[in-house]
């Protein structure tokens, strides 16, 4: 991997200016890190970065990305996804469900149980990827 471009002077992310000495920081922190969230905690506790409540919040993740979206670190990859609308809704690939046609009086006894195991878990996403109007989402 190559060294992303530096550029000069302070920049803005998140409602906070950036020194070149804190995109230095942040580029360092990012080659000596694993994982995205390290880095980002030790951002917030390097810079002492809090909001006006004196909460530590979501912007020191958003600010990091922001940098990287502008070239300007390179952060390790994801290890996980959070979806963030990338969930497909619709993930059934196997033949349309057949439509019943009938009455609920000509179905008998209906019977609800607490879904308990694995395996229920996943017939039970399965049903509502298939016949939930919206699909299955986590």
Sequence with gaps: MSAPPRRS?????????FSPADLELISTLTTSLPTRAQIAGALCAALDWRRPDGAK??????????VA???????????????????????????PAELIHTTLGALGALRVSVVSTPIESAHYNELIT?????????
């Design 69 to 95: 979206a502008d070239g300007l670190i390179i952060l390790p990859p994801p290890r996980n996804t959070n979806g963030n609308g990338r969930v497909l809704r619709h993930r059934h690939g196997g033949p």
């Design 9 to 17: 002077g302070a920049l803005r992310y998140c409602g906070r200016d």
């Design 57 to 66: 919040g979501d912007e020191r993740r958003v600010a990091s990305l922001r």
């Design 130 to 138: 298939i016949h939930h109007y919206l699909g299955y989402t986590p």
